[in-house]
Nanobody
Framework: HVQLVESGGGLVQPGGSLRLSCAAV????????IAWFRQSPGKEREGLAA????????????YYADSAKGRFTISLDNAKTTVYLQMNSLKPEDTAMYYC?????????????????WGQGTQVTVS
């Protein structure tokens, strides 16, 4: 079982930055895919970025959606228990609830339905 707790959301002006954190209580020796998604009202949940959290062999592999490339960066702390999403040059259209998700069997480009464990979400508002 994996518990995920997001933090770091808030209100930011256009052009500003935020760093979201996803603290994972898990067996970090396992090869978990950890991903960031977001969802706005009336829209489908959108994948942004993902990486493998457990096992040093995999942590260099990352995935970014087109909407995140060049502005967002996913990273993992040295203990491999917290995943970050650094978001720069934020735009009003980035306003959404942001979620992290993890799954042992998922790939880093998999859709939301392939991820079993989810955090509660953190709201990001760009205005």
């Amino acid at each position: 079982h994996v518990q995920l707790v997001e933090s770091g959301g808030g209100l930011v002006q256009p052009g500003g930055s935020l760093r979201l954190s996803c603290a994972a209580v898990q067996d970090t020796t396992k090869r978990n895919a950890i991903a960031w998604f977001r969802q706005s009202p009336g829209k489908e949940r959108e994948g942004l970025a993902a990486m493998y959290g457990g096992g040093a062999t995999y942590t260099e592999r990352t995935y970014y959606a087109d909407s995140a490339k060049g502005r967002f960066t996913i990273s993992l702390d040295n203990a491999k228990t917290t995943v970050y999403l650094q978001m720069n040059s934020l735009k009003p259209e980035d306003t959404a609830m942001y979620y992290c998700a993890a799954d042992v069997l998922a790939g880093i480009q998999d859709p939301p339905s392939n991820f079993q464990f989810w955090g509660q979400g953190t709201q990001v508002t760009v205005s």
